[in-house]
DNA sequence: CAGTGAGCGAGCTTCCGCTTGACTT
């Protein structure tokens, strides 16, 4: 049996870490936190100095015995959790339930896997933090007592099933105050001067810019008409070197925005792949909030730059955190071995390998040099001076690999930038013929909506959230409902472009789409309402510096310098009296919105949250005829929606005529405008207006739609008509009356019998499946029969 | 993918942070 047992929080560390220490030591993992508050309201007893009640979870409780057993046999136990607060605490938890002795139990940290590191930590060993651990506690605590307490008066006040939380309601609040933000923007239009160039022998062509906008049309047109007779000179050039620096190597957040914004990843799935990069033991740990790398992976960074690149593109580089909260129990994301610039694996994991390599080799790496030119053009006839610019690289350092982007956001505008590449040789003093003029309206634009990865940056710039919860804080607000990630269509915008012709100005109109979103945060009508009442009744909980206010306290109890039940007893008195006035006070929040009258019945038409969602009522449940009610639809919202748009809605569902003696009728469900026939549905192509739809076109979608059903039927088993092979979207599967199956991979299709498909049929889970509402029926009889007694 | 939208009211919901793995598509 081995003498020593070393505990860390990760089973891939674990194994690592093993290779390290030799036959002596036993390397284990805790897989995290393996204990936590129980989830009963009485896990915390505040008159009792907030006394906590832990207990260990199912799912750990084998972890937990398996160590107990091991820590038993061992000499010594080694606590290797992370070294931070999160990371003492679980030392902590670790060295109570495990029943361990003060006596042969070595606390060590360590913040890089790396042998010399280890070796290093294992000399010096110490006894468990407990100022840090009670400054988790605190944290613990406090994020308890701020969740269940808040959340049941959201199921009092608005809604049951709820929550809120310190993290998700910042969140939420976040996205809600943008989207305000966005509809209050009203757009400003200003025209934009671009001229085109040539030099006077020379054919080369260049691109000048007035850095000035004219706010009128008028104003440009002038300017424009200045420039017919005029002569263009140059007048001023100059020469400037400039420098650009690589970025920092990843942590988890820029990971995501990265991820996001190169290779289209969700925060969840960049998250998956990571971790899968991790477990092979490609990459370093994937939550982190350090850009530090070890003196290990700084050398091995350098060697390899040296080798595949040559020596000038090599400068060694340290980088400091920015993040406030940052607690850097862990290096930066990079790949374990540098000399491996790619990786076997799926399409995923081979992109965001490469992603993690380039940004880590770059980090090492020297700047890109350029030589910036700015010449100034005089206008014979105008004060004020059009400016043209040209960029080269005159080394391209860090820029051979890697290319950081930016979260700038186009709307569909046209790209005129008047920048050039690479001017032509030019000189002060010389003429200038002037190609092209054209003045363009541009627009102001709005601030932009929040992606996933953006909504990340800026809860870790507020210090809120941690690596390990910024994927699931994300998928936490879109389960409850308070937002949803949706693409929407854009609309038409028309703008004007003045132009020189024939030596006139002459005046276009051109149209842009302009508001379209991909994949962007919106809130919701019930996010808003919850973030509303937050907002008005728990503003210092919602409010966005809560966080770093409540950490700075956490590192005064980490630094022995407070005590974490005075910390909680001033918090907690002032919150929980907010609870119950609340709860006593407060009216139901709600967001109904009066829109005004329906002409044809006089009956006030009104907006708000209905059980299923967000609905428009004519009239009200006193009048004597019942009142009409139609949903709004999918980017339409309590707050904005117009009284036009509300009684569009009763327009639709709209019969189109008959077909085969049955009616067809066009309405607009959750994926868009269909025609429903005879219980079945049929999209309607793109572009189409469900308002607009006749008989015959109807019929067309119909026959259109059967006939794409007949071509994707691969066979049809004789046995039984309800069962067929079809072409899916990811090939061929089974279609079993109601039942898609799937078919085992290597399985020929032209193989497949009856009997195979029954017998796939009676395996697949989602047949069960069917029967689990029938069980659940039964159980909550019997829960209310109990009730009854 | 529709339409549904009352009122009664038992029993339930919920936090953040540390880990994977067992599920689904």
Redesign the pocket.
């Known amino acids: 049996m081995a003498k020593n047992l070393l505990i860390v929080?990760?089973?891939?560390?674990a194994k690592t870490i093993e290779g390290y220490l030799g036959k002596d030591f036993l390397v284990k993992?805790s897989?995290?936190?393996i204990r936590?508050?129980v989830?009963?309201?009485d896990a915390i007893d505040v008159d009792n100095g907030f006394k906590q009640k832990y207990e260990v979870p199912s799912?750990k409780k084998a972890v937990v015995s398996e160590l107990k057993k091991l820590s038993k046999e061992a000499e010594t136990v080694w606590l290797a959790s992370?070294e931070?607060?999160?990371?003492e605490a679980?030392s902590w938890h670790l060295y109570e339930t495990l029943g361990l002795k003060e006596d042969k139990t070595k606390r060590i940290v360590f913040h890089e896997i790396t042998k010399p590191a280890i070796l290093k930590a294992i000399e010096q060993p110490r006894g468990i933090d407990f100022n840090l651990v009670n400054a988790q506690q605190a944290?613990?605590v406090l994020?308890?007592l701020?969740?269940?307490?808040?959340?049941?008066v959201l199921?009092r006040k608005v809604k049951?099933?709820?929550?809120?939380?310190?993290?998700?309601?910042v969140a939420v609040r976040l996205i809600v105050e943008r989207e305000r933000e966005i509809n209050r923007f009203q757009a400003e239009a200003s025209f934009k001067i671009v001229a085109q160039f040539t030099t006077g022998k020379g054919k080369e062509q260049f691109k000048a810019e007035l850095p000035q906008r004219f706010e009128k049309k008028e104003e440009a047109e002038k300017f424009l008409q200045d420039c017919i007779a005029a002569a263009f000179e140059i007048s001023s050039l100059e020469k400037r070197p400039t420098k650009r620096n690589p970025a920092a190597p990843f942590t988890t957040s820029t990971l995501q925005q990265e991820a996001s914004r190169k290779l289209g990843f969700s925060v969840a799935r960049t998250m998956q792949v990571a971790?899968r990069l991790?477990?092979a033991g490609r990459i370093t740990?994937m939550?982190t909030d350090s850009v530090n790398l070890s003196d290990t992976a700084i050398q091995a960074a350098e060697d390899e730059i040296v080798k595949a690149y040559g020596d000038k593109y090599h400068k060694m580089r340290r980088y400091k955190t920015k993040s406030a909260g940052a607690?850097e129990a862990?290096e930066a994301i990079r790949p374990t071995y540098f000399s491996q610039h790619s990786i076997d694996g799926d399409n995923a994991e081979r992109r965001l390998y490469e992603l993690i390599w380039k940004r880590a080799i770059a980090s090492q790496m020297s700047e890109a040099e350029f030589e910036k030119t700015t010449a100034k053009i005089h206008v014979s006839t105008r004060s004020e001076e059009l400016v043209a610019t040209g960029e080269i690289m005159r080394f391209d350092g860090f820029l051979k690999v890697y290319i950081e982007s930016t979260d700038d956001e186009n709307d569909g505008a046209i790209d005129d930038e008047g920048g050039n590449a690479l001017l032509p040789p030019l000189e002060k003093g010389q003429s200038l013929n002037l190609k092209a003029l054209t003045a363009t309206e541009r627009f102001s634009r709005p601030p932009a909506r929040y992606t996933e990865a953006s909504l990340v940056k800026k809860l870790e710039e507020l210090g809120?959230?941690?690596?390990?919860?910024y994927a699931?804080?994300i998928s936490?607000i879109q389960n409850?409902g308070y937002v949803v990630k949706e693409d929407r269509d854009g609309k038409e915008r028309q703008y004007k472009v003045l132009h020189i012709a024939d030596g006139k100005v002459v005046e276009d109109t051109k149209t842009e789409i302009t508001g379209a979103e991909r994949s962007k945060m919106f809130p919701t009508d019930i996010g808003m309402l919850v973030n509303d009442f937050l907002v008005e009744h728990f503003n210092d909980i919602v409010d966005y510096h809560f966080?770093a206010k409540v950490e700075k306290e956490f590192d005064e109890i980490a630094q022995g310098d407070k005590e974490w039940t005075a910390m909680l007893n001033d918090f907690y008195g002032p919150f929980h009296d907010g609870i119950e006035d609340t709860l006593e006070n407060a009216d139901r929040a709600t967001n109904e919105r009066s829109l005004g009258t329906d002409p044809a019945t006089g009956k006030p038409v009104s907006v708000r949250v209905?059980?299923?969602?967000?609905?428009v009522q004519i009239g009200s449940?006193d009048d004597e005829e019942k009142p009409r009610?139609?949903?709004l639809r999918k980017g339409q919202m309590i707050e904005t929606i117009t009284f036009d748009e509300a009684m569009d809605l009763f327009k639709?569902?709209k019969k189109v005529g008959e077909f085969e003696d049955k009616e067809m009728t066009v309405?607009?469900?959750?994926?868009?405008p269909?025609i429903?026939h005879a219980s079945a549905?049929?999209?309607l192509p793109k572009g189409m207006d469900p308002m607009d739809v006749t008989e015959e076109e109807a019929i067309q979608i119909i026959k259109d739609k059967r006939q794409r059903d007949i071509e994707k039927v691969i066979r049809v088993f004789d046995e039984n008509p309800d069962a067929q092979i079809e072409n899916g979207r990811?090939g061929p599967f089974i279609r079993f009356g109601k039942q898609?199956l799937?078919i085992p991979k290597g399985t020929e299709v032209e193989k497949i019998t009856y009997e195979d498909v029954l017998k796939w049929a009676a395996a697949d889970?989602?047949a069960s499946k069917a029967k689990a509402p029938a069980k659940k029926a039964t159980a909550k009889k019997t829960?209310?029969a109990?009730?009854?007694k």
């Open positions: 929080e990760s089973p891939a560390k993992s897989y995290g936190h936590d508050l989830k009963t309201d799912d992370d931070d607060r999160e990371g679980i944290r613990r994020d308890r701020v969740g269940f307490e808040l959340s049941p199921w049951p099933s709820l929550s809120a939380g310190r993290v998700q309601s971790q991790y477990e740990y939550r607690q862990h809120i959230g941690r690596p390990s919860t699931p804080t936490t409850r966080t209905g059980r299923f969602g967000p609905l449940a009610f139609a949903s639709l569902p309405a607009i469900g959750r994926f868009g269909y429903r549905f049929y999209s990811w898609n799937k889970p989602k829960t209310k109990k009730a009854k």
